[in-house]
C-alpha cells in the first residue's frame, strides 16, 4: 500500500527558511502529481503547490510564488518543499498528497500524509 512521509516541519523565525521533504512508499499506480496543502487553526485546508511526477511541471498559489519552491528526487521517490522569507500566516500544519492532475484541488488527491507542523513565530 501507499505511503506517505513528512518531515522537516518546526518552529522558524519570520523571514527564516524551512525545507519540508515527502518520502513516498509502496506504489501500486503511477500517479500524476505530488502536491503540497497546508491547513491553520480555524481555517479550511488550501492548496499550496504541486509537481508532476512525469515531467515536473510546477504550480503554485499566488501567495507562495516568488517564496516557495517544489522539486523532486526520483531516485529517492521524495518530494520536496522549499520555504523561504516565511511569515506568520504561513503557520499550518502541511500535508503532501498524491493526486491525478496538476493541481492542488485537495479532491483530486487520493492519497495523503499524516502531516508535519509549520510554526512561524518570533
Known amino acids: 500500500q501507499l505511503q506517505l512521509v513528512e518531515s522537516g516541519g518546526g518552529l522558524v523565525q519570520p523571514g527564516g527558511s524551512l525545507r519540508l521533504s515527502c518520502a513516498a512508499s509502496g506504489f501500486t499506480l503511477d500517479y500524476y502529481a505530488i502536491g503540497w496543502f497546508r491547513q491553520a487553526p480555524g481555517k479550511e485546508r488550501e492548496g499550496v503547490s504541486c509537481?508532476?511526477?512525469?515531467?515536473?511541471?510546477?504550480y503554485y498559489v499566488s501567495s507562495v510564488k516568488g517564496r516557495f519552491t517544489i522539486s523532486r528526487d526520483n531516485a529517492k521517490n521524495t518530494v520536496y518543499l522549499q520555504m523561504n522569507s516565511l511569515k506568520p500566516e504561513d503557520t499550518a500544519v502541511y500535508y503532501c498528497a498524491v493526486g491525478r492532475a496538476l493541481t492542488v484541488v485537495a479532491a483530486l488527491y487520493n492519497y495523503w500524509g499524516q502531516g508535519t507542523q509549520v510554526t512561524v513565530s518570533s
Open positions: 509537481i508532476s511526477t512525469v515531467d515536473g511541471s510546477t
